[in-house]
């Protein structure tokens, strides 16, 4: 409850020329604005696109309505996000957007409000690119076997791309949102599958998928331990997504890594890898810069900035193609209800000298 209160007393603001008080003298947050630093600044891949959480599962939900995301989208395009990317349609039986087939289908939730058509509209009205994720029903995360996914997500593509993406302008690729690590039961062939159908029915958007690598910080969200002693090796690693990629590289068209189940002494090895093989199939490398803390055992809160930059200057270092991020708005954003991730915006613009 301490931490709850806390946060709703007070909202950072960039812009805030508030008054510190430091001894000798009274220094505005202005003087602050570009502290000296023992690192270049700006040497790393910035972030330009962000995945909207809106089902949430594992991270309290902020229950925003229109209002606050179109702040939200403001505060995204000032640091220079131009890619927004809907993490999920739907998980089990929440969705965000009025579903016949999956009411029908699966007993989903109505919701309150048409969440894809907002967040649709606010694309363009803020001049961004809008990515829709597809559908999770739960069953391979209770099976281990992707292929569940796909039957459901045939029609919500027909759905989606009917009602939606094709009037809309900001309607710009598609997100394939089964997550895996290794080879995974079915993952070649539903990967497949939904890709191919997401480009058939919208002329050949792009799109892409986001794995996480099976490193010693791969833990479940709902235990105490933040590591594991069983962890991939670089080598076999490779080896598996060589495999991946070689069955799905002509129907999807970027590999979005999530950085934070490795060490950071380790992201120069594993980037190198995914870079070389992306380029060897012809794919996008995009780096999933996650922007909270695995390193704790409370889960999750905004990451500590010097980490973001380590992921981020190795992403540079490795040659990669975009960087995006999970997710702004709850570790990023100025509103958010964590009062760090103000702070963590503010970090990240002193970094890259965004005015």
Known sequence: MAIGSATLLAAPTVSSAAEVAMPGKVVTSRDLATPPTVTPRG?????????????????????????????????????????????????????TYPSAYLEAKRGCYRPHVDLLDMYLRLADKHGMKFWFGLYDSGRYWDTGDMSWEVEDNMHVIDEVWERYGSRHESFGGWY??????????GAIESFHAMGKQCKDVSGGLPTFISPWIDGKKAVAAAGAAITKEEAVSVEEHEREWNEIF???????????????????????????VNKRLADRYGMQCWTNAESFDRDMPIKFFPIKFEKLRLKLEAAKRAGYDRAITFEFSHFMSPQSAYRQAGHLYNRYMEYFDIH
């Open 43 to 95: 040497n790393a891949l910035p972030i330009t696109g962000t995945f909207l959480d809106e089902i949430s599962h594992d991270i309290p939900h902020q229950n925003w309505g229109e209002a606050e995301w179109d702040a939200d989208f403001a505060h995204m395009k000032r640091m220079g996000i131009d890619t927004v990317i809907m993490i999920r349609s739907g998980y089990r039986k929440f969705i």
């Open 246 to 272: 070689d069955g799905i590289h002509d129907v999807v068209d970027a590999c979005a890594f999530q950085d934070g189940h490795i060490d950071y002494d380790e992201l120069d090895a594993f980037f190198e």
């Open 176 to 185: 394939i949102s089964g997550e895996i690590s290794r080879a995974t039961k």
